[in-house]
């Protein structure tokens, strides 16, 4: 049985992707592959470091024995890097600190309204991710001759069964 890790990155892609955001949101599946000035973006499995080899998801697995006796059964602990940018520029860095404050609520909200997750065909009925949260966030405040930008990587916790 495979990680739970991959329905959980597609999810969240499709949330986000269909989420109702107030400005043009673009979702990146993994780390940026061009120039990304002067856009809002949010990317999934990435914090979108300088340094690209970074983890998408992490997941750590524990065997479950206990009535079940061949032992092909699992608990996970799953985390997933993101980031949300605004590279708009402008000299106002509230603005586009409050700005990213109103995309945030969207990406939160997405995240607790977005649906069931259940494994993929042929997994066993209660092969799902049992519940999912955003566990850490950073807020990067940066000024530069393009302007303002903020940026917030973020850490997603989800428990999962396979």
Known sequence: MSTQSFVLLNWLVDIWTAAPWPT?????????????????????????????????????????????????????????????????????MRARRNEVDQLWQVLESAVRDGGALVGPAGSPPDARVVWVELSEVTVRQIQ????????????????ARS
């Open 24 to 92: 043009m949101v673009k979702v990146v599946d993994g780390p940026p592959t061009t120039d990304v000035s002067g856009e809002v973006l949010l990317f999934v499995g990435s914090d979108a470091a300088p340094i690209s080899a970074d983890d998408s998801a992490v997941s750590r697995s524990q065997w479950r024995l206990l009535g079940n006796p061949t032992g092909n059964r699992r608990d996970e602990l799953i985390t997933v890097k993101g980031s949300l940018w605004d590279r708009r520029g402008g000299t106002d």
């Open 144 to 159: 530069t001759t393009q302007g303002a930008t903020v940026e917030c990587p973020f850490i997603l916790t989800a428990n």
